[in-house]
């Protein structure tokens, strides 16, 4: 038995490299990759550009609304856990406070994506 020791060649039928998980994961929760610039625009053209861009892109805010009510909710749970049955009190503290860090977060989304969609950008 031999060991072929060769690469494998390369053809098109390759699968494309997946996306690192630290950038896939920053993708999953923050949102602000999605959108453009509107403040480096150079002109009246480009601003109008990028604000049409950020107004169609804006209808993902919700998915990402979703995802950082379930980790306040998460959070808030294990604090609760940690708290109430655990006798935790230093645990559930950090876990509270990240619920309100989180909580912080949906408002952020929440008034972006009302100020995006609803608003009258002249």
């Not at 998915?63 to 980790?71: A, C, E, I, K, N």
């Not at 619920?99 to 002249?122: D, P, Y």
Request: include cysteine.
């Amino acid at each position: 038995m031999t060991i072929d020791k060769q690469p494998h060649p390369v053809t098109d039928n390759d699968p494309v490299p997946e996306m690192p998980f630290r950038r896939l994961l920053y993708r999953f929760l923050f949102f602000d990759w999605l959108f453009r610039d509107v403040s480096a625009a150079r002109d009246r053209i480009e601003r109008h550009a990028a604000r049409q861009h950020n107004r169609k892109m804006s209808r993902y805010l919700p998915v990402y609304l979703r995802r950082w009510s379930f980790l306040t909710a998460f959070d808030f749970a294990l604090g609760v856990l940690f708290e109430k049955v655990l006798q935790a009190g230093i645990v559930s503290a950090w876990f509270f406070t990240w619920s309100c860090v989180t909580f912080t977060g949906m408002v952020v989304i929440t008034v972006a994506w009302l100020i995006l969609n609803h608003a009258r950008l002249s």
